[in-house]
């Protein structure tokens, strides 16, 4: 596999999880538990850093090591929760994109700019 993609990567998932009869334990519900759990494991990283430590996390080989499992493991448990559900999660991304960008349009220059959140 010389590209990775995210079809790939999601078949490589189901496969490994058939192939330990991982399957019955697959649900939305588990599936969004792991899922923060392991969200929550990527900000223990974080957690006491300053933001200019936060900054330069990936520079130190072993936190950026955990940092990379970490983003690897919330990845995998959002593209199972997707399969499991029937979610293209590249569709979806690119829908909230369009409504983000519908909802926050890019301000005129007199105007400040102001925080928003991402929901």
Not at 15 to 25: L, T
Not at 51 to 69: I, K
Not at 95 to 115: H, L, M, Q, S, W
Request: aromatic share 6%; hydrophobic share 45%; net charge negative.
């Amino acid at each position: 596999m010389t590209e990775l993609d995210v079809r790939t990567l999601r078949q490589r998932l189901v496969a490994f999880a058939a192939a330990r009869d991982w399957e019955q334990y697959h649900t939305p519900k588990n599936l969004a538990a792991a899922l923060s759990v392991e969200a929550a494991e990527l900000l223990e990283i974080f957690q006491w850093l300053t933001p200019e430590q936060s900054a330069r996390v990936m520079e130190d080989p072993g936190t950026a090591h955990r940092v990379a499992d970490e983003v690897a493991d919330v990845l995998a448990y959002l593209l199972q929760f997707c399969e499991v559900l029937g979610i293209d999660v590249l569709a979806a991304l690119a829908a909230k994109i369009d409504r983000n960008e519908g909802r926050f349009p890019v301000p005129e220059p007199a105007d400040r700019p102001t925080r928003h959140s991402s929901e």
